[in-house]
């Protein structure tokens, strides 16, 4: 029968010893986690790696230490500031739930209390709870779900298999340093029990595992094979009155929402004309991939006749390509050589 104290005790000690320094992060048995940076760190980290999102939450604590300061940032700087990171609708929800929090005075201390604030969920406010406040909540993410199906060797695919994976969680998490827990749960899946080639030899939880004990370990979790991802197409446009280029703040919901971008049309659901008057040269098509969807993107350049229709012109000079979501740092990349012509 597993012993999910063992389980836990072995684990811990483990992670005493093995932890990963990251910025949000305080040491194993340590001070209390600022539950303004295990948020942050949460929610950047949704859809995104640890690798990429370190950047970004060093930025971001330096620009804006705590929740009132982040809750008082204009909005177009926290989003020029999040270019780059993907989800846009994340950075919108990062504000409105800054406001929120610093409405009442602090973080709720509760995950029932935390899933009520903008953009809050049961992954985050699981973890919140767990690593902010220490209480016995199961958090399950990626590497969580990929530990819990080798050690029951579950064999029905995901996302099938997500509820049975959250249940046999939920029964080994302990009353006792679960914020450490989790953590430890996370590194297990980021650092020894691997998608591919998991390192069961050193894995603390080896005798535990039955997965390891079947020889298939590295066949689980099994996945759903996906559908391929549509096609579809667009047009940008790099309208030019001078020195000075046209941009324009995309809507608040949607596509790359509330960011600066060049105006575009067609792969958004929205049929557009041209933002005005002008000889369009057709200079190339720029690739870029998104969750649901592959893209494939015409860019236009031309010297505007006349006012814009739409948007705003934009010195050169101070447009900010790190400022830019992902898609439209190409668009300008492809634009550069015929910019400087």
């Known amino acids: 029968?597993?012993?999910?104290?063992v389980i836990a005790e072995n684990l811990l000690d483990w992670y005493d010893r093995h932890a990963r320094v990251l910025p949000w992060r305080v040491p194993p048995n340590g001070a209390p986690a600022d539950p303004y940076r295990v948020w942050l760190s949460e929610v950047m980290l949704q859809q995104t790696t640890v690798a990429a999102v370190k950047?970004?939450?060093?930025?971001?604590?330096?620009?804006?230490?705590?929740?009132?300061?982040?809750?008082?940032?204009?909005?177009?700087?926290?989003?020029?500031?999040?270019?780059?990171?993907?989800?846009?609708a994340r950075a919108r929800n990062l504000l409105a739930c800054a406001r929120a929090v610093a409405e009442r005075g602090a973080f709720p201390d509760t995950r029932a209390g935390l899933q009520e604030l903008p953009g809050?969920?049961?992954?985050?406010?699981?973890?919140?709870?767990?690593?902010?406040?220490d209480l016995p909540e199961t958090v399950v993410d990626g590497n969580v779900e990929r530990v819990v199906s080798r050690l029951f060797a579950v064999r029905t695919p995901l996302p099938q298999s997500r509820p049975e994976l959250t249940q046999?969680?939920?029964?080994?998490?302990?009353?006792?340093?679960?914020?450490?827990?989790?953590?430890?749960?996370?590194?297990?899946?980021?650092?020894?029990?691997?998608?591919?080639?998991?390192?069961?030899?050193?894995?603390?939880?080896?005798?535990?595992?039955?997965?390891?004990?079947?020889g298939i370990a590295p066949d689980l979790p099994a996945k759903t094979p996906k559908a391929p991802k549509p096609e579809r197409s667009g047009?940008?446009?790099?309208?030019?009155?001078?020195?000075?280029?046209?941009?324009?703040?995309?809507?608040?919901?949607g596509l790359l929402g509330g960011t600066m971008a060049f105006p575009s049309a067609c792969w958004d659901g929205r049929d557009l004309p041209p933002p005005g008057a002008a000889d369009w040269r057709d200079i190339g098509t720029v690739r870029h991939v998104f969750t649901h969807f592959s893209l494939t993107m015409t860019v236009m350049i031309g010297d505007l006749t006349g006012n814009p229709e739409r948007g705003q012109l934009t010195p050169l000079r101070q447009i900010d390509r790190d400022a830019l979501p992902g898609l439209m740092r190409k668009v300008w990349d492809l634009a550069q050589s015929e910019i400087a012509a």
């Open 1 to 5: 029968m597993r012993d999910s104290k």
């Open 55 to 88: 950047e970004y939450f060093l930025r971001f604590t330096a620009l804006w230490p705590t929740v009132q300061d982040l809750a008082a940032a204009p909005d177009a700087q926290v989003m020029g500031e999040w270019a780059g990171l993907g989800y846009y």
């Open 120 to 133: 809050i969920g049961p992954y985050t406010s699981a973890a919140i709870a767990s690593i902010a406040f």
């Open 168 to 214: 046999l969680a939920g029964t080994m998490t302990p009353q006792s340093r679960p914020g450490d827990y989790a953590q430890a749960m996370m590194d297990l899946g980021a650092t020894i029990c691997t998608p591919r080639k998991p390192a069961c030899v050193i894995c603390p939880l080896t005798g535990f595992c039955d997965a390891r004990a079947q």
């Open 235 to 253: 047009i940008a446009w790099i309208a030019r009155t001078g020195d000075r280029i046209l941009l324009e703040e995309r809507p608040a919901k």
